[in-house]
């Protein structure tokens, strides 16, 4: 069992940053496929950005490419979601994901809301 807990979301104004954190209570983040995903009101959970388990290479959907940076740090267990240049359309719940293949794993979620 694989415990994640995401925090750093907020309320802000279109343009500002924000960087989401996603704690997992495993021993290493090595070799696992983690990823972001969100989830805003009335529409379906969406994919947002992944960082490769084999690679360490970051994948990105086309609406936050070039905006949001994915990022790990092994020795602290977490995963990063560096946000830039916000828009409204952001406005999500967001989600951490952990494949382990067999099984995998998600967050309770941490809400992001943008202004214009």
């Known amino acids: 069992q694989v415990e994640l807990v995401e925090s750093g979301g907020s309320t802000v104004q279109a343009g500002e940053s924000l960087r989401l954190s996603c704690k997992s209570s495993?021993?290493?983040?090595?070799?696992?496929?983690m990823a972001w995903f969100r989830q805003a009101p009335g529409k379906d959970r969406e994919f947002v950005a992944q960082?490769?388990?084999?690679?360490?290479?970051?994948y990105y959907s086309d609406s936050v490419k070039g905006r949001f940076t994915i990022s790990a740090d092994n020795a602290k267990t977490t995963l990063y979601l560096q946000m830039d240049n916000l828009r409204p359309e952001d406005t999500a719940v967001y989600y951490c994901?952990?494949?382990?293949?067999?099984?995998?794993?998600w967050g309770q979620g941490t809400q992001v809301t943008v202004f214009s």
């Open positions: 994901n952990a494949d382990y293949g067999v099984h995998d794993y």
């Open positions: 960082i490769s388990a084999t690679d360490g290479l970051g």
């Open positions: 495993a021993r290493t983040l090595r070799g696992i496929s």
